[in-house]
Nanobody, 127 residues
Framework: QVQLVESGGGVVQAGGSLRLSCAGS????????MAWFRQAPGKEREFVAA????????KYVDSVKGRFTISRDNAKNTVYLQMNSLKLEDTAVYYC????????????????????WGQGTQVTVSS
């Protein structure tokens, strides 16, 4: 069992930065692939970034490559999403997700791969 709590969302001007954190609890956090998804009003939840349990593999959706960085600190049971050069279209609720069944280098990018989800944190980018 993994419990996830996101923090760090807020309102930021276009071009600004935010860092999201996701604190996990449970013994399987270190063995889980972790990911960030986002959902804008009226749209489906979409994949943003994922990191393997061994930190050696990452994956990003094309629209955030070069702007967002996912990282994790297994000693702190925390995964981060550093978001730079934010755009209006990045506005959404951001969700953290965990896949405890992942293998060492796995970075799934589908919602159905992740069995555990946080409650979400709102990110609003203003002009």
């Amino acid at each position: 069992q993994v419990q996830l709590v996101e923090s760090g969302g807020g309102v930021v001007q276009a071009g600004g930065s935010l860092r999201l954190s996701c604190a996990g609890s449970g013994r399987t956090f270190g063995n889980s692939a972790m990911a960030w998804f986002r959902q804008a009003p009226g749209k489906e939840r979409e994949f943003v970034a994922a990191i393997s349990r061994r930190e050696s593999s990452t994956k990003y959706v094309d629209s955030v490559k070069g702007r967002f960085t996912i990282s994790r600190d297994n000693a702190k049971n925390t995964v981060y999403l550093q978001m730079n050069s934010l755009k209006l279209e990045d506005t959404a609720v951001y969700y953290c997700a965990a896949d405890p069944s992942s293998t060492g280098y796995s970075v799934p990018a589908t919602t159905r791969a992740y069995g555990y989800w946080g409650q979400g944190t709102q990110v609003t980018v203003s002009s």
